[in-house]
């Protein structure tokens, strides 16, 4: 069955530095999500991207952060000088259309130290 | 913003007992999801009700939307210790441009202990 993959499992950062989270979605797959985990809190939405644009965003997803697909198969979210509490889980998914089921890839845990 | 209260918070039973879990809003849902989370993975979808009074069944999950689309529950019958994860309700909402987002509750932790 067709999943979506993250990379790295794992990310260790120093604060301040800048990250980059890649996500391959499923391929036929045109709506791609970003969503966040901090330890012992609920999921929470990030972002949605459809057709090269972001179509939504949470009061997370501020200037800090940008979303980007640079080519037909990756999905990457960018974390300018990281701070402590950017400390997560970093789940991407993605959907047929906006009403379809969103899978989910297995996060990737990302450390600032 | 909808908020997703989900009880109870954890729930540790031996394998073989039947269990509920419950998701109740403050407001009206458009579309609910339940999901089943394991350690070190992402959410996985288990089913999605729209319809009020919808019973839907998954093997020895059966998934009730409630007839006013505020509450939901889970119930389990005969537990297995492979049924233990985090089960988690959200609510999908369409965006007003494109795309769509999920809001997820905290989850229930489910232990089945053999």
């Known amino acids: 069955e067709p999943e979506v993959t993250q990379t790295p499992s794992h990310q260790v950062t120093q604060m301040g530095q800048e990250v980059i989270l890649r996500c391959v979605p499923i391929s036929n797959h045109l709506y791609f999500y970003w969503y966040r985990q901090i330890l012992g809190q609920k999921v929470e939405f990030l972002v949605s991207?459809?057709?090269?644009?972001?179509?939504?965003k949470s009061e997370i997803f501020d200037d800090q952060f940008s979303v980007e697909r640079p080519d037909g198969s990756n999905f990457t979210l960018k974390i300018r000088s990281t701070k402590l509490e950017d400390s997560a889980m970093y789940f991407c998914?993605?959907?047929?259309?906006?009403?379809?089921?969103?899978?989910f890839g297995d996060g990737t845990r990302l450390s600032i130290l | 913003t909808q908020l997703l209260e989900q009880s109870p918070q954890f729930l540790s039973i031996q394998e073989g007992e039947n269990l509920t879990v419950y998701c109740n809003s403050s407001s009206v849902f458009s579309s609910l999801q339940w999901y089943r989370q394991e350690p070190g993975e992402g959410p996985v979808l288990l089913v999605t009700?729209?319809?009020?009074?919808e019973v839907k069944k998954l093997k020895r999950l059966t998934f009730q939307f409630g007839d006013a689309r505020k509450d939901s529950s889970l119930h389990i019958t005969a537990a297995q210790p492979g049924d233990t994860g985090l089960y988690l309700c959200a609510e999908l909402r369409e965006g007003e441009t494109s795309g769509s987002r999920l809001t997820f509750g905290e989850g229930t932790q489910l232990t089945v202990n053999p």
């Open positions: 998914a993605s959907s047929e259309t906006p009403n379809q089921p969103q899978h």
């Open positions: 009700v729209v319809t009020g009074g």
């Open positions: 991207f459809y057709n090269n644009e972001i179509s939504e």
